[in-house]
Structure formats: structure tokens, C-alpha cells
């Protein structure tokens, strides 16, 4: 059985990906209270679960792999194979995708995803700046990594955070600016808040992510990636 696990939960579409996928209704979908987070992941894998990690726990549920891979401090794939739990984090397989866009941007938000893309760009040489009203997390998370990451503020926004989850933009910028987001929900927000040149939301960054799961979890071949993504755009009615 497969599923889903994060707080809040009710506005994920990957039950309905892994449906489409695997052609069968195992996906579920639960939401876990944050102080019940280690005891419900333990009940899971007992029952021989395999899941994903959503906001807020990609982070926190570290402590719970026996291997994890290397330059990541976010995992939202878990994988147990004879006992042991492997942690794995496949956003970075959509990043390869959208190279390109994500030359001399600047990152808004260092959370899990965040943390990732900028182990991703440095990992691949590719300039980037970061723009934070937290400078103690940047510097924290500096000093984890042992780099001086650039503070300042580019036309190439990419918004790492789950702000428009809750109806309301990360940051203000009067100037025009090209825009990628990792949510797949709310975008005219953007459009209503923002002077944009170029918008690419997360719609395929989900699709990716289930794609790579599979790989990870069964050694699935996808075929039917296209019909996965027409589906979801048909039904978040995002706007590109």
C-alpha cells in the first residue's frame, strides 16, 4: 500500500497521479497531527507502507532514515528494503528539467525544497542569489553547508515557499519578473500580485516527483506521462 503523509494534506493531488500511474486505488492520503508525527510514521511501516513526505515534516523526518542520500537535508520518499529505511529526495530530478530558468536566480524561502535547490545549483555551478526576511536561517544554513550564499534580489524569482498555500504572496516586487513556483495551487495569485514576464508553476515538478517515486519504490516504467500531466492541468486550472 502506498500513501501520502503531511499537514495539511487535503490540497495534495499525488492520490490522484498515483492513481492515474498504477491504474489502481492504493494511494491514500492521511493527516498527521505534528507531535504524532514519529509515532504514526513507526504504525506505517509496521504495516508495510510505503509513502511520501509532504510539508511540514520533509525535514524533521531525518532522524528516522537508516541511510539517507548524500547533500540533502529534505526527503519526501521512503523506502524499506529488509528492514532498513532509506530516505530519498526526488525534487531534484525536475530541477535537471528546468536548468535553464534557473541561471542567476534569486530563491525566496529556505525551507526543504529550498535547501535542496541551492545544494542543487551549487552542486552544478549555477549562479544564484538568495532573498530571506530570516537572515538567521540563511546564516544557519550557511554554516551548515560552509558557503557564503549571495543576498540579494534578481528578476528570476523562484518561490520555495508554501505561502499562496494560504492566500497571500511571499514578497512584494513592483519591478517585472520572471517567476517559477514549486505550488500548483492558487497561482493567479501570483498574477493578480505580481508584474510577470514568464510564470512556470509546479504542476510538473508533481508529476516529476511520482514519476522519479515509482522508479525508487517498484522499478515502474511510466508511459502515460502526458495524459498524467493534461489531467492536471485540466483540474487545477493553473495558468502557465
Known sequence: MYCVLGNPIRHSLSKNIHKLFLKKNIY??????????????????????????????????????????????????VNKIKNTLFGYNTD?????????????????????????????????KINFSIYSRNNNKIKKFSKLINKNLKLSRTKNIVDCTPCILKN???????????????????????????NILRIKDGVNLLIYQAY???????????????????????NIRCTK
Open 28 to 77: 491514500f492520503k492521511f493527516r498527521i497531527n505534528v507531535l504524532d508525527i514519529y509515532k504514526e510514521i513507526i504504525e506505517f511501516i509496521s504495516n508495510d507502507f510505503l509513502f511520501n513526505i509532504t510539508l511540514p515534516f520533509k525535514e524533521t523526518t531525518i532522524k528516522i532514515y537508516n541511510y539517507i542520500e548524500k547533500k540533502n537535508v529534505s526527503f519526501n520518499v
Open 168 to 194: 497571500h504572496v511571499p514578497l512584494k516586487f513592483k519591478e517585472k519578473i520572471n517567476l517559477i513556483s514549486f505550488n500548483y495551487r492558487n497561482i493567479s495569485l501570483y498574477i493578480k500580485h505580481y
Open 92 to 124: 531534484k530530478s525536475y530541477f535537471r528539467k528546468i536548468d535553464k530558468y534557473l541561471k542567476n536566480s534569486c530563491i525566496v524561502g529556505l525551507g526543504g525544497i529550498g535547501k535542496t535547490l541551492v545544494y542543487y545549483l551549487l552542486e552544478k
Open 212 to 234: 522519479k517515486t515509482f522508479k525508487i519504490w517498484k522499478n515502474i516504467n511510466i508511459k502515460n506521462f502526458k495524459s498524467v500531466e493534461k489531467f492536471l492541468k485540466f
